[in-house]
């Protein structure tokens, strides 16, 4: 019901609850999640973090947020293969020192979360060309 309403989630409560901040397990919160393809801008590797997909609207290449990588090794050889192949210049109006970019038409699977514009909760599950095999 909730995901057929396009919503992003919903709160549940036991009924005797009240509400506290921090974490509980009175008051649950079930996400609903979809999947988008967006051009990848760049990824973002700085020593010591995660890695980060940059991505874009498809055609206009507006930035819409970023993605974790799958941590798959597979799924993260692959995707630095394509960036290296694909090595390109920043969006006009980027600058991240510690984004490896890339040319445009690098189309991307996301997983995020539904009802947003921008993308929230975002993993990169690979590319429009792969065979799905996730």
Same mark, same amino acid.
């Given at each position: 019901?909730?995901?057929?309403?396009?919503?992003?989630?919903?709160?549940?409560?036991?009924?005797?609850?009240?509400?506290?901040?921090?974490?509980?397990?009175?008051?649950?919160?079930?996400?609903?999640?979809? *999947?988008? &393809?967006?051009?990848?801008?760049? !990824?973002?590797?700085? /020593? +010591?973090? $995660?890695?980060?997909?940059?991505?874009?609207?498809?055609?206009?290449?507006?930035?819409?947020?970023?993605?974790?990588?799958?941590?798959?090794?597979? *799924?993260? &050889?692959?995707?630095?293969?394509? !960036?290296?192949?694909? /090595? +390109?210049? $920043?969006?006009?109006?980027?600058?991240?020192?510690?984004?490896?970019?890339?040319?445009?038409?690098?189309?991307?699977?996301?997983?995020?979360?539904?009802?947003? &514009?921008?993308?929230?909760?975002?993993?990169?599950?690979?590319? +429009?060309?792969?065979?799905?095999?996730?």
């Amino acid at each position: 019901m909730v995901d057929q309403a396009g919503l992003e989630g919903m709160v549940s409560k036991r009924r005797d609850s009240k509400y506290r901040s921090g974490p509980s397990t009175n008051w649950l919160k079930a996400k609903c999640y979809t *999947i988008g &393809e967006f051009e990848l801008l760049g !990824v973002e590797r700085e /020593a +010591g973090k $995660p890695a980060f997909a940059l991505m874009g609207e498809i055609g206009t290449r507006k930035y819409v947020g970023s993605a974790f990588i799958n941590p798959s090794r597979a *799924i993260r &050889e692959r995707l630095w293969k394509r !960036v290296q192949e694909h /090595a +390109g210049t $920043p969006p006009k109006g980027m600058k991240r020192p510690a984004t490896q970019w890339v040319k445009p038409g690098l189309i991307g699977r996301v997983k995020h979360l539904r009802g947003e &514009e921008d993308l929230r909760h975002a993993s990169l599950l690979g590319f +429009g060309d792969e065979d799905q095999d996730h």
